[in-house]
C-alpha cells in the first residue's frame, strides 16, 4: 500500500513500510510516529487484504526494520493463519519473542522443527538458549548451525558464548 498525505503543510509518502518527505529522504521518528497515527486504521485494513505468504513475510521483515512491532505481529499472526507450520515464519517468531523478553517461548516455538535442517533455526533457538543461561545447550545448537551454514548470525552467537563460557571453547591438552 502507497500512500501521499499532507502533514502540517508538507507532502509525505508511504512506502508501506517507511515514510519519506518530498524529497525521498526518510522522516524523523517523531514526524513517523504522527504520520502513522494518521494511516493507521487503513493500513490494518489494507493489511488484511493480503493473502499472498511471500508478500506477508516481506512486509513482517520491513516492518520489524522500520520499528513497527505491532504490526509485525499482527503480519506474523495473519501469515501464521495462511501456514502454522512455516518454518520461516517460526524462525521469525522466535526472534520476535526473544525481542519482546520471552527465550523459553522462542524455543518452544521452535521445538518441533529442532530436527531440520536450517541454519537460521539453529541460530535463532541457540540465541535463545543464551538468553536463558543454558551456555553447552547453546553451544550445541550453534555447532549445528555452522555445520549447516556459517552465517554471520551465527559467528555473533559463538562470540556470545565464548564471551560468557570460553571454558566451553578451551581445548584439553
Same mark, same amino acid.
Given at each position: ?109 521452535? $521445538? ?6 536450517? @541454519? ?5 533457538? $541457540? ?10 545447550? $547453546? ?16 559467528? @555473533? ?17
Amino acid at each position: 500500500m502507497k500512500k501521499e498525505i499532507i502533514y502540517n503543510g508538507r507532502e509525505y509518502l508511504w512506502d508501506g513500510s517507511n515514510w519519506y518527505d518530498s524529497g525521498y529522504m526518510k522522516v524523523e521518528t517523531s514526524v513517523a510516529c504522527n504520520l502513522d497515527k494518521i494511516i493507521h486504521d487503513e493500513l490494518i485494513e489494507a493489511d488484511k487484504e493480503i493473502k499472498n505468504l511471500d508478500k506477508l513475510i516481506d512486509l513482517i521483515q520491513k516492518s520489524r526494520n522500520a520499528g513497527y512491532k505491532a504490526r509485525s505481529w499482527r503480519l506474523l499472526d495473519q501469515a501464521l493463519e495462511l501456514d502454522p507450520n512455516h518454518i520461516g515464519l517460526m524462525i521469525i517468531k522466535s526472534s520476535m519473542l526473544r525481542e519482546r523478553g520471552r527465550p523459553l517461548e522462542a524455543l518452544e516455538a521452535t $521445538a518441533p522443527y529442532k530436527s531440520r535442517n536450517s @541454519s537460521a533455526l539453529h541460530t535463532t533457538r $541457540a540465541a535463545a538458549l543464551c538468553d536463558l543461561d543454558r551456555w553447552e545447550e $547453546a553451544k550445541s545448537e550453534i555447532s549445528r548451525a555452522l555445520a549447516i551454514n556459517a552465517s554471520g548470525e551465527a559467528f @555473533s552467537v559463538v562470540r556470545r558464548i565464548k564471551v560468557a563460557r570460553s571454558d566451553l571453547y578451551e581445548e584439553s591438552n
